[in-house]
């Protein structure tokens, strides 16, 4: 069993803060080894190199097929969606899938009330799921690991998690769909990946809104982070940009104290469990007094790691409550899965 705290905590380096209305950015670096090389999902999908379909025909929510024909492992990042198909979908964990392999992998879907084809096969859509519904979805994956369910989620509450993220933004969206949201607010994101261009061997990123921890991204290679980079701002971007706009004046909207160690001190105090990738590596699981997290070991290194504030209930955004009583998508869900 990789145990890979010690090793990731001894290389990883958390750069000066910038700062943009209520967002704090710290670049990520890493000393360590980078491991395989690999390729991102955009690179490879915009090359041709990868072909991602349902399962069917008929299809299946919780699965996708995926055909790596490239000459490169193809690394696709918990919480990366998909466009297309029969519904639009996201990873539920992160996978370096090899190449020339062939597999199904673990999915949720992104969107309510669409059954049928737009296109044969997915596209990316350029987005990543926001931090806090990725937090909730990562923590019920990790659930459905513990209890020897592989990498299932609970997908009432990511549609529950989704339907709630549009209301707040005043999104009005036929089937719910999380990429609607993103594109409501595609100006006020932009001014954010603005922000925060990627830097020099830059790996990841430590985000905090409203000078509260929102969450933490890397990867090991610099080159394939930078493929990623704007693509995860947006996951933290479209948050800041529906929190209380008076947060972005006040004084007090900077994380306090020393946040780079307080994270790292988080880190430390998590217990590691170790589980069988889909793909390459090791799936490896965190979970501390205020994080959770997750990492991809592949031979001994953690090629991506995340982690978040711990979910609870108390986090829940306003309005989740009555969203949990809509039966409507306890219905929905009955439709596609009988």
Sequence with gaps: MINITTEFLANIEIGKPRRYENMTIHPVRYKGEAGPDYISLDTALASGGVVIKEVSEGGSVPDLAVHNKSGSAVLVLDGEELH?????????????????????VPVSCTEQGRWSYSSAEFSSSQHVMRHDVRSRKMSTVHASLSEGRGYSS??????????????????S????????????????????????????????????????????????RPGVY?????????????????????????????????????????????????????????????????????ALAVEGVAVHAAFFPKPGEENHRPGAQILKRDQRIRNLWDKMTG
Excluded at 154 to 171: I, P, T
Excluded at 209 to 216: F, Q, T, W
């Design 84 to 104: 297309g198909a029969k519904q639009n979908r996201v990873l539920n964990t992160t996978i370096l899938i090899a190449a020339g392999v062939e597999m199904n």
């Design 154 to 171: 609970d997908q009432m509450r990511v549609w529950e998690d989704l339907r709630c993220m549009g209301a707040e933004s005043g999104v």
């Design 173 to 220: 969206s036929p089937t719910s769909a999380m990429s609607d949201t993103y594109k409501h607010h595609q100006k006020s994101i932009d001014t954010f990946v603005e922000a925060f261009p990627v830097e020099e061997d830059q790996a990841g990123l430590l985000a905090y809104i409203d000078g509260r921890l929102a969450g933490c991204d890397f990867v090991s």
């Design 226 to 294: 930078g493929k990623l980079h704007d693509k995860l701002l947006r996951s933290y971007a479209v948050d800041a940009v529906v929190r209380d706009p008076e947060s972005a004046t006040r004084e007090d909207a900077g994380p306090e104290g020393d946040p780079a160690a307080d994270f790292l001190a988080a880190i430390a105090q998590c217990k590691q469990q170790n589980f069988e990738s889909v793909g390459m590596g090791e799936d490896i699981r965190f979970l501390g007094p205020d994080l959770i997290g997750t």
